[in-house]
T-cell receptor, first 111, second 115 residues
Framework: AQSVSQHNHHVILSEAASLELGCNYS??????LFWYVQYPGQHLQLLLK??????LVKGIKGFEAEFIKSKFSFNLRKPSVQWSDTAEYFC?????????FGAGTRLFVKA | GAVVSQHPSRVICKSGTSVKIECRSL??????MFWYRQFPKKSLMLMAT?????????EQGVEKDKFLINHASLTLSTLTVTSAHPEDSSFYIC???????????FGPGTRLTVT
C-alpha cells in the first residue's frame, strides 16, 4: 500500500537558520512527488513538484527538494528561513491514480 | 495558477439534515477531483476520488451512502453529507487536477458544524 512519512511533526527555527524537512514514501511504481504549504488561515498551495528529470527541483520562495530514488525520499530544504515561512508543510506522493499526503510538519520561525 | 473554489465556506446544520458542498475549477477542466477531510492538527484524509461522468472511488472506511459525490461536469463536483451527525463536523477540502501528469489545485475548504 502507498504511504508517506514525514519525520518531523513540529520544527522551531530562528530566522536565517537552514531548514530540512524529511519525507519518505513507499510505493512500488513510478511516482510524482509534491510539497504543499498551508500558511495560517489559507488553503494549500503547491511549493514544488517532481515528475521526472533533474532530481533536484526548485520551487517558489527559495525552497528546493531532492528526490533520491534509492532512499524513497523527497526532502524539502531552504538555506535560510524567514518568519514568513511559518506554516504547515505537507509532502504528497501520487502513484498511479491516487495522491497520499504525509501527516504534515508545522514550522514555526522565530523572528 | 489554477483556481478552485468551494461553496459554502462555512455551514452549520442540525443533526439529521443533509448538506451539499460544491467544488468548482474556475479556469481549467478537471478530469479528476478529490475530496479530503482535515482533522484538527492532522493531515488530510482522502475520502474519495471522482472522475467526470463516472462513479466516485471511495477510500476504505468512508461510507459512500453517507458522503454522496457527484462529478457532473469537468468543472463541478459536489459532496453531499447525508443525515449529518455531530461527528461529521470537520473541514472538508476539495482539489482538482487536469490529468495524472498535473498537480492538484486545492479549494479553500468548507467548515461544517453539525449541532
Amino acid at each position: 500500500a502507498q504511504s508517506v512519512s514525514q519525520h518531523n511533526h513540529h520544527v522551531i527555527l530562528s530566522e536565517a537558520a537552514s531548514l530540512e524537512l524529511g519525507c519518505n514514501y513507499s510505493y512500488g511504481g513510478t511516482v510524482n512527488l509534491f510539497w504543499y504549504v498551508q500558511y495560517p488561515g489559507q488553503h494549500l498551495q503547491l511549493l514544488l513538484k517532481y515528475f521526472s528529470g533533474d532530481p533536484l527541483v526548485k520551487g517558489i520562495k527559495g525552497f528546493e527538494a531532492e528526490f533520491i530514488k534509492s532512499k524513497f525520499s523527497f526532502n524539502l530544504r531552504k538555506p535560510s528561513v524567514q518568519w514568513s515561512d511559518t506554516a504547515e508543510y505537507f509532502c504528497a506522493v501520487t502513484g498511479g491514480f491516487k495522491t497520499i499526503f504525509g501527516a504534515g510538519t508545522r514550522l514555526f520561525v522565530k523572528a | 495558477g489554477a483556481v478552485v473554489s468551494q461553496h459554502p465556506s462555512r455551514v452549520i446544520c442540525k443533526s439529521g439534515t443533509s448538506v451539499k458542498i460544491e467544488c468548482r475549477s474556475l479556469d481549467f477542466q478537471a478530469t479528476t477531483m478529490f475530496w479530503y477531510r482535515q482533522f484538527p492538527k492532522k493531515s488530510l484524509m482522502l475520502m474519495a476520488t471522482s472522475n467526470e461522468g463516472s462513479k466516485a472511488t471511495y477510500e476504505q472506511g468512508v461510507e459512500k451512502d453517507k458522503f454522496l459525490i457527484n462529478h457532473a461536469s469537468l468543472t463541478l463536483s459536489t459532496l453531499t453529507v447525508t443525515s449529518a451527525h455531530p461527528e461529521d463536523s470537520s473541514f472538508y477540502i476539495c482539489s482538482a487536477r487536469q490529468g495524472e501528469a498535473y498537480e492538484q489545485y486545492f479549494g479553500p475548504g468548507t467548515r461544517l458544524t453539525v449541532t
